[in-house]
């Protein structure tokens, strides 16, 4: 390769004179270069001309080409020590100015976006998109909830020594190599041969416009879909984490959906992004009837990867109650749900305990169900039902109507996730005839600021993940 052939292949990009060009690259995709690494930044810099500016990313060993320009007389190297940058041209010291300020190393009032701003492009050269530093600036600017922070000790132009916390900062794997498709399709990515090199010209205002559409249509865009990349796998729990956290009720799940073990569980959990779990079954007995041992082990495990209990669930009355209170609070579970129909002792020796109550109705007609929480109240004032649609369905009833009439607009301290066909057959959300998608909206209208519970009460086919997808789907469609 010769420096003519080169600067003849960025023209034929549509490069020219006038132009400001951020370059990732790298030196050994050209094949044998006449002149070396000076040779190729002499190409840009002569297709560029004296009224153009070229950038390279200098904050790691990315390769000789970067070194080759930052060790170049005239070249301004961006004051930041993340994302750092180093320019040689006409707008070196525009483009680079006040790099550590803003909030983000990538985003707004850093060379990455003013060179979209000012009509640049970036160019990558015998490198792919993982290496196009420009996407984590879209990234930052979107907020995305996966990002984290980095914090590093800088001395500032003017000699003052800080400690700089710089927010939405990048992590492990992304799939920005997907994205090649979405920008050629958009008109904003050119690619050629130059040697052996396959170089992209990419228009970086067009670039950012791609990113920005498709991050707020999707914040999950550019992670890959493997359940194999854990990286992706904690990012996407990230984003649903942060989707449900804007909600005023808290979103908990069945142990029973979440997995037969507490370690499949806590994986099952952090991976779609929930904090908290209803105890029903723990390797497929009833929590209820487990060993104080086993059932203080299954907490504190569950407390040790960041998931907390919600309540514990017992689907039939305990007959030793004191004994089950003293369990179930030595165990640190701070509430349990207890059967309508048959769990005064139980209910009292727990509220006795200072253990919070609430009752889900089983084998009863709301209209009874009614009546007994009235009972219930009699005694422990601060009770409330754990709405379970599905159950009156099995009842001969719809849980909307139920709700809408009045009879559990004040009592409802949790709902229960689920849905059901009358014969019994239950269904995906909103499928069946328990009114859930209603149930859950007007839930909403009235900011309730209770449990709702994935799979609350009955046995689901759905395997979490699905489920709590098919729950976002369904706040995201009100």
């Not at 790099?99 to 990558?124: I, M, N, Q």
């Not at 979405?182 to 670039?207: C, E, F, H, P, W």
Request: proline residues 4%; hydrophobic residues 40%; charged residues 25%.
């Amino acid at each position: 390769m010769t420096k003519q052939e080169i600067i003849n292949g960025l023209r034929s990009l549509g490069l020219k004179e006038g132009d400001l060009v951020l370059l990732h690259s790298s030196l050994y995709s050209l094949g044998h270069v006449e002149g070396g690494p000076d040779a190729v930044i002499d190409a840009f810099l002569e297709t560029i001309g004296s009224e153009g500016t070229l950038l390279v990313p200098v904050f790691g060993d990315l390769g000789i080409l970067t070194t080759t320009l930052k060790n170049r007389p005239g070249a301004v190297v961006s004051p930041c020590p993340v994302g750092t940058v180093a320019a040689l041209g006409k707008d070196a010291g525009e483009l680079c100015r006040d790099h550590w300020k803003p909030v983000s190393c990538h985003g707004e009032g850093t060379p990455f976006k003013r060179l979209a701003d000012k009509g640049g492009y970036v160019c990558l050269m015998g490198v792919d998109q993982d290496r196009n530093t420009s996407l984590h600036g879209i990234e930052a600017e979107l907020r995305l909830a996966y990002l984290g922070s980095t914090t590093r000790e800088y001395t500032t132009p003017e000699g003052e020594t800080i400690n700089k916390t710089w927010k939405y900062y990048p992590g492990p794997h992304r799939d920005f190599i997907a994205l090649d498709h979405q920008l050629k399709a958009r008109g904003a990515m050119k690619q050629t041969r130059i040697g052996n090199s396959q170089v992209r010209l990419i228009d970086a205002k067009g670039m950012w416009e791609c990113g920005m559409e498709l991050g707020a249509a999707d914040p999950a865009f550019i992670l890959c879909d493997n359940p194999g990349c854990k990286d992706c796998v904690r990012q996407r729990a990230a984003l649903m984490s942060d989707f449900f956290s804007k909600e005023d009720f808290k979103l908990t799940v069945s142990s029973r959906l979440a997995g037969r073990y507490v370690p499949e569980m806590v994986e099952k959990c952090k991976a779609a992004g929930v904090k908290f779990i209803e105890l029903d079954f723990v390797q497929g007995v009833p929590a209820a009837s487990m060993p104080a041992d086993k059932l203080t082990a299954a907490v504190a495990e569950l407390a040790a990867d960041g998931i907390e209990v919600s309540a514990l669930r017992a689907f039939a009355a305990p007959d030793k109650c004191e004994d089950f209170a003293a369990k179930v609070k030595a165990a640190g579970i701070a509430r349990v749900i207890l059967p309508l129909s048959a769990s005064g002792e139980a209910a009292a020796a727990c509220a006795a305990a200072g253990i919070a109550v609430d009752f889900f109705n089983a084998n009863l007609t709301s209209k009874a169900a009614n009546a007994a929480l009235a009972r219930r109240k009699e005694k422990i004032a601060d009770c409330g039902i754990c709405f379970n649609p599905a159950n009156f369905v099995m009842a001969g009833e719809r849980a909307f109507t139920i709700y809408r009439s009045g009879r559990f607009i004040k009592t409802m301290r949790q709902l229960d996730i689920n849905d059901i066909l009358p014969d019994g057959t239950v269904t995906e959300l909103a499928r069946g005839g328990a009114e859930i998608k209603e149930m859950i909206s007007i839930a909403r209208c009235a900011s309730f600021a209770g449990f709702m519970c994935l799979a609350g009460g009955i046995k689901v086919s759905q395997d979490l993940k699905s489920m709590v997808a098919d729950f976002r789907r369904l706040i995201e469609n009100m």
